[in-house]
């Protein structure tokens, strides 16, 4: 458990840099500077990138924090669904996830 909880604070300290890392980049482009039309429509091609994997990482960090939170109410490692134990593989490979692999691959059938 120590072990765990050590990586999802390694992730969320991880995911927490990255989204400082590119915090510059999500800033508007300034449309005024003086560059090339086809640079400037390059850099909003390339935020537009950079911003959909922001809103992931922003998702994936806040996921992040609601493990730690279930560690600090001592259910971490419980599907937050149907409450059995999350495989420790499973646990080790997504370290913030909420769910089993059953109730996970269940949600992701419903959404299709
Ligand atoms: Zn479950």
Do not use: F, Q, S
């Given at each position: 458990m120590d072990e765990l909880r050590g990586a999802v604070l390694k992730l969320e300290g991880d995911l927490n840099?990255?989204?400082s890392?590119?915090?510059?980049?999500?800033k508007p482009v300034d449309l005024r500077?003086?560059?090339g039309r086809l640079s400037r429509m390059d850099?909003?091609?390339?935020q537009s990138i950079l911003l959909a994997n922001r809103t992931l990482t922003e998702n994936r960090l806040?996921?992040?924090r609601r493990a730690r939170a279930r560690f600090d109410a001592g259910d971490?490692?419980?599907c937050?669904?149907?409450g059995e134990p999350v495989g420790y593989a499973r646990?080790?490979?997504?370290?913030?996830t909420p769910r089993c692999l059953a109730c996970q691959s269940r949600r992701e059938t419903d959404q299709d």
């Open positions: 840099d990255l989204l890392a590119t915090e510059d980049g999500a500077a003086n560059k850099e909003m091609h390339n806040r996921e992040t971490y490692g419980y937050t669904d149907c646990l080790r490979a997504y370290p913030d």
